[in-house]
């Protein structure tokens, strides 16, 4: 069963970003093993506190180690990808070994795909920044084009994701692509 690593590039309680992908892994039921990274304690990157890695650091760098597959969530701030997602990443993007910095990190070589609920924009500055970290830390993007999701102002209002029938689809068609993906 191949394991999936939820990253949610927003730490709000009732983010929406979390919501949604609470519904995909709820699409994606009991065909792989979901798992939510925690990062919200992970330090802001300092080269001085590099090594060791800091406890918070080596946590998330083993869940990310450990997953066949990430997926992220993330809103967009700014028509960028939030501060804490962007310093989370850089955290991974540095090499494993202190003595060999040609060495792989934790995220090189890793599958992922990219999802964003946000305003009109539908988070496509988020996912147009995300790929582009992709690609300069060897991320591959699996599963189709990322997904934006705009929310409608009762979602605003209640605070709640109320994905239409026509969302739920291409949700559905998501995971789909995501898994098969993963299999190959
Ligand atoms: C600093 C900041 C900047 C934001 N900039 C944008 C933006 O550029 N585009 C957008 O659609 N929403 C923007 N928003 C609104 C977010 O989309 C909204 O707060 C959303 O609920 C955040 O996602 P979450 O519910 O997963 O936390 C911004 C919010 C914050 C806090």
């Known amino acids: 069963m191949?394991?999936?690593?939820?990253?949610?590039g927003s730490l709000r309680k009732q983010?929406?970003?979390?919501?949604?992908?609470?519904?995909?892994?709820?699409?994606?039921?009991?065909?792989?093993?979901v798992t939510f990274l925690d990062w919200g304690d992970v330090p802001l990157m300092n080269q001085d506190i590099e090594w060791p890695a800091p406890e918070a650091v080596q946590r998330v760098r083993d869940a990310?180690?450990?997953?066949?597959?990430?997926?992220?969530?993330?809103?967009?701030?700014n028509y960028q990808i939030p501060g804490g997602l962007?310093?989370?990443?850089?955290?991974?993007?540095?090499?494993?070994?202190?003595?060999?910095?040609?060495?792989?990190?934790?995220i090189k070589?890793?599958?992922?795909?990219?999802?964003?609920?946000?305003?009109?924009?539908?988070t496509a500055g988020m996912r147009?920044?995300?790929?582009?970290?992709?690609?300069?830390?060897g991320v591959q993007i699996i599963g189709?084009?990322?997904?934006?999701?705009?929310?409608?102002?009762?979602?605003?209002s209640s605070d709640v994701l109320t994905p239409e029938p026509g969302t739920l689809g291409a949700l559905g068609a998501a995971v789909d692509d995501y898994l098969a993906a993963l299999e190959r």
């Open 64 to 77: 990310v180690l450990a997953a066949d597959g990430l997926w992220f969530f993330s809103p967009e701030y």
């Open 2 to 8: 191949p394991r999936i690593l939820m990253i949610v």
């Open 144 to 156: 189709g084009p990322s997904l934006g999701i705009s929310l409608t102002p009762e979602e605003w």
């Open 86 to 106: 962007k310093n989370l990443l850089d955290w991974l993007s540095r090499p494993l070994d202190e003595h060999d910095r040609t060495s792989p990190s934790a």
């Open 109 to 122: 070589g890793k599958r992922a795909a990219i999802s964003g609920v946000g305003g009109r924009n539908a």
């Open 128 to 137: 147009k920044d995300l790929e582009r970290l992709f690609s300069a830390t």
């Open 15 to 33: 983010s929406f970003n979390h919501q949604l992908a609470r519904e995909i892994e709820r699409i994606i039921g009991d065909r792989a093993e």
